[in-house]
């Protein structure tokens, strides 16, 4: 029986559970006398609480509990630094002490028989504060460099690097291009909230909690409150969109826990829409200085990248923003400085594409601009300075598909009928423009296990830790053990999402498929070898037959020393065509045109979803996305959903077609895959910029383009 599912088009195998509405996310579940719990928060970003009433709160119907810094248990907050957290500083301690280092830091707990009793009570806890001397205004911020930088794949780099001399070169440069390009912070808006439901069990304790790797919550938890982590069991089946927000394991995690332990029965914490502004973390705000040189041919002389972002005042998160300046295009001389700029904020995090979407945005838009200067193609500018070798790491790359994206992408999109000259397109009354930016992602690979079970009946039962926030897990995991052991996808059940599982990596950096996928594969194809050899046949189904009992087998994948001798990376080229309103200033997005190589794509179906959904993100940061941050005190006043805009199906383009670039790369990890989910949106923002440059003739270098940015 021929079985090849790797490499088709298969639907969602959890379709029907989601829409019939079966499939259970974190606040779902259904846990016997459960309580809920409300979150009271700080309204100053520093300082300390000088008074804090709760008479009135104790009082409430319903209540069970309330806990401040006054009577709430002492935690351990044990050291815990996954590669998900900030290597440098120390997690918020929360309800420990009458501190206050953040605006929307919790400072109370309300433990009641139902959510409404609970929100009552919040409000009725009297706090007044002695404020101090907080920084929440990210213009007035001296940067400074961090003392480690770390990726969101959880190595470490150098926050200052240099090749060459690029300030002589600079300077010596036939054509420059020094500009100044500006990103907002932007606030995480999945549809699922987050939520939490904690149950101990003596000195065992459940979570089921909306996550992006359980097994980091159980070793956060664990050092929290001190107990081994193997004493907590992580559930989460089902995530509702993340993107990043939950690779951490967030405060109210531990409130939920603490208000259980207290309260001696399960407690549910949901954040509201307004709580996930200050909570689960942001895309900083950015400022970067990208500065090009060129000779009148086009080549690349010198590129100073010097960036910095905002952070908090007790960790120190910093993102990949220099990256694609360092290889992307050739150039023997390049100065690259990220520097963070600590303020009473709470903590950034992962946000799709972390540091390389900001990095890239700045890049691309500048090599347009100095396309511009030099009279050349942008699609040509950067053919002239595609490099051979990855020139920061000095080392091949393990497969580099970008003349091929650019030339499919183009080809496609009709690119050869652009005319150059800005405002010279129209359709009726709308200004026309075509721009372009060049996309990248490094290609992650983590260690992960799997285990793999057969059954008598001839079913297969594989598991593994991993999560699923929407980009189908289930659905590629099941499609790459049915293919590797041979069966009917319907006759293999993949289960994920707990942390009693094979353990996995984060859920993120777009690592999955290689990751987990690679185990999955190595340990079907370790059981089904095993069942074949005992039974002494060569069909799998016949073999299972005879054995008549279940046989497991588990496999542990490690990356070998590929990633020391190959610069490993996803490429692509994003086309853009947009249509702008010179009255009003509108800005609508008509069509895009991504080609990716991307190494092997297991359901091109679910891939291509990825794709349109991560082009859409980009539409969000490029024209909407903007959290209005109160400089006197760090408050956000649109922190909803209605002030914060992001796309909506009319805002996506009529057109979003997604070329894959066919690519073998035996080097990045055993399938051959390089994920999708961040390149996905890299390069969309910068490409939609070039493109209103070339509709208006105005260049706007701060996100996002409103309409009076172009009036």
Not at 218 to 230: H, M, R, S, T, Y
Not at 332 to 345: E, K, L, Q, S
Not at 676 to 686: K, M
């Amino acid at each position: 029986m021929t079985t090849a599912f790797i490499g088709k088009p298969v639907s969602r195998v959890d379709g029907a559970q989601k829409v019939s509405g079966a499939a259970r996310y974190a606040a779902e579940f259904d846990v016997p006398n459960v309580a809920y719990a409300a979150i009271v928060r700080s309204t100053i970003a520093a300082g300390r609480i000088a008074s804090i009433d709760i008479a009135a709160a104790e009082k409430a119907p319903g209540v069970i509990v309330v806990l401040t810094h006054r009577n709430a248990p002492r935690l351990a907050y044990r050291p815990h630094k996954g590669p998900v957290d900030p290597t440098v500083g120390e997690r918020l301690h929360v309800l420990q002490d009458d501190r206050v280092v953040q605006q929307g830091q919790p400072i109370a707990l309300v433990v009641a028989e139902k959510l409404e009793q609970a929100s009552h009570a919040a409000m009725l806890v009297r706090v007044t504060y002695a404020p101090g001397s907080g920084v929440t205004d990210v213009t007035r911020v001296s940067p400074v460099l961090p003392t480690q930088q770390k990726t969101d794949q959880g190595s470490t780099e150098p926050p200052e690097t240099r090749r060459g001399e690029p300030e002589k070169a600079l300077a010596d440069a036939e054509v420059k291009i020094d500009q100044t390009y500006v990103i907002p912070r932007e606030n995480h808006n999945p549809i699922e909230l987050h939520a939490t439901i904690a149950s101990w069990d003596g000195d065992r304790l459940t979570l089921w909690d909306k996550s992006q790797w359980v097994g980091n919550v159980a070793e956060e938890i664990g050092a929290v409150f001190g107990i081994p982590a193997q004493n907590i069991h992580v559930v989460s089946p089902f995530v509702g969109g993340a993107f990043g927000s939950c690779l951490r394991t967030w405060p109210h995690v531990t409130l939920a826990t603490v208000g259980a332990r207290v309260a001696k029965r399960p407690v549910k914490v949901v954040l509201s829409r307004r709580e996930m502004y200050y909570g689960v973390g942001f895309r900083p705000h950015t400022v970067q200085r990208m500065a090009l040189g060129a000779s009148r041919d086009g080549r690349l002389s010198a590129i100073v990248h010097d960036a910095y972002q905002e952070t908090s005042s007790y960790e120190e998160y910093s993102e990949a923003l220099m990256d694609s300046s360092r290889f992307v295009h050739s150039c023997p001389n390049v100065y690259t400085r990220h520097r963070i700029a600590p303020m009473n904020v709470h903590t950034p995090t992962w946000m799709r594409a972390p540091g390389e979407v900001s990095g890239n945005f700045a890049l691309e838009c500048a090599m347009d601009e100095l396309a511009v200067a030099l009279g050349i193609d942008p699609v040509e500018l950067r053919l002239r300075n595609e490099p051979k070798m990855d020139e920061f790491r000095k080392l091949p790359f393990s497969s580099r598909s970008t003349r091929e994206c650019y030339r499919a992408a183009a080809e496609h999109f009709g690119w050869s009928r652009r005319n150059p000259k800005p405002r010279s397109m129209r359709d009726g009354r709308w200004l026309i423009g075509w721009g372009m930016a060049t996309a990248n992602y490094p290609a992650n690979f983590a260690p992960a296990s799997a285990k793999a079970r057969l059954l008598p009946d001839g079913t297969a039962e594989v598991t593994s830790a991993s999560t699923d926030m929407g980009p189908g897990t289930y659905t590629s995991m099941t499609q790459v053990a049915a293919d590797t052991l041979g069966l009917p996808m319907e006759r293999v059940k993949f289960t994920l999402g707990d942390s009693r599982m094979p353990r996995t990596p984060p859920h993120g950096g777009s690592m999955t498929m290689a990751s987990v996928g690679s185990a999955v594969q190595a340990a079907c194809r370790r059981v089904r070898e095993d069942a074949l050899a005992r039974a002494g046949v060569s069909d799998l189904a016949d073999a299972m037959r005879r054995l008549g009992q279940p046989i497991e087998a588990s496999a542990d994948i490690t990356p070998d020393d590929a990633g020391s001798r190959f610069s490993m990376h996803a490429f692509g080229a994003v086309f853009v065509e947009v249509a702008v309103d010179p009255d009003l200033g509108e800005t609508r997005v008509r069509r895009i045109v991504g080609a990716y190589g991307a190494g092997r794509i297991v359901n091109p179906k679910t891939a291509r979803s990825q794709c349109t959904g991560g082009m859409i993100g980009g539409i969000g940061m490029a024209l909407m996305e903007h959290s209005v941050v109160d400089p006197r005190n760090g408050r956000v006043p649109n922190a909803n959903l209605c002030e914060y805009a992001v796309p909506l199906h009319g805002d996506a383009p009529r057109t979003m077609n997604v070329i894959f670039v066919e690519e073998d790369d035996p080097h990045v990890n055993p399938l051959g895959v390089k994920g999708l989910g961040e390149i996905a949106t890299v390069g969309v923002p910068p490409a939609i910029v070039n493109a209103i440059y070339h509709a208006t003739g105005k260049r706007v270098r701060e996100l996002p383009i409103t309409p009076d940015k172009l009036l």
